[in-house]
């Protein structure tokens, strides 16, 4: 299974995004949540998942700051960042740093379904497989 973290200051859209997709459908599993930005840089280098979703602006490190911090450490990391800006210059920045997509709050579920779907694929022809339920349990424990 591939491990996915979201990153949000705005719980209620953790929450919405953690139990609101059926991840298994993606042969994917939350691993880790986290609503400001250093501490989801912690949990990403302690869980290293293979996708992440997160927000531009939250307290104490940006989405773009963590995403080129990220990108320098685990090159193979899909992430998609989740926003209410629509400001040009964030996602030109975004795409020059390597997300996946740039999606803009509210966003429906088709839409986090088709990044899901890409981010997959991305990963698949990277020869990153998922591991399995039981692999990820061990890791995690």
């Known amino acids: 299974m591939y491990k996915v973290m979201i990153i949000d200051d705005e719980p209620i859209i953790v929450e919405g995004i953690s139990k609101g997709?059926?991840?298994?459908?993606?042969?994917?599993?939350?691993?880790?949540?986290?609503?400001?930005?250093?501490?989801?840089?912690?949990?990403?280098?302690?869980?290293?998942?293979?996708?992440?979703?997160?927000?531009?602006?939250?307290?104490?490190?940006?989405?773009?700051?963590?995403?080129?911090?990220?990108?320098?450490?685990?090159?193979?990391?899909?992430?998609?960042?989740?926003?209410?800006?629509?400001?040009?210059?964030?996602?030109?920045?975004?795409?020059?740093?390597?997300?996946?997509?740039y999606l803009l709050k509210p966003s429906n579920m088709s839409e986090l379904e088709e990044a899901i779907s890409v981010m997959c694929d991305n990963l698949k022809n990277k020869g990153r497989a998922g591991k399995s339920r039981r692999a990820l349990r061990e890791v995690l424990s």
Request: hydrophobic content about 45%.
């Open 21 to 101: 997709i059926s991840w298994e459908k993606w042969n994917c599993q939350v691993v880790a949540t986290a609503n400001d930005g250093l501490e989801g840089k912690r949990l990403i280098e302690t869980y290293r998942p293979d996708m992440i979703f997160l927000d531009i602006c939250m307290p104490e490190l940006d989405g773009l700051s963590m995403v080129a911090a990220v990108k320098s450490q685990f090159a193979e990391m899909e992430i998609s960042i989740l926003t209410g800006f629509r400001d040009f210059d964030y996602a030109q920045e975004a795409i020059r740093l390597g997300v996946t997509r």
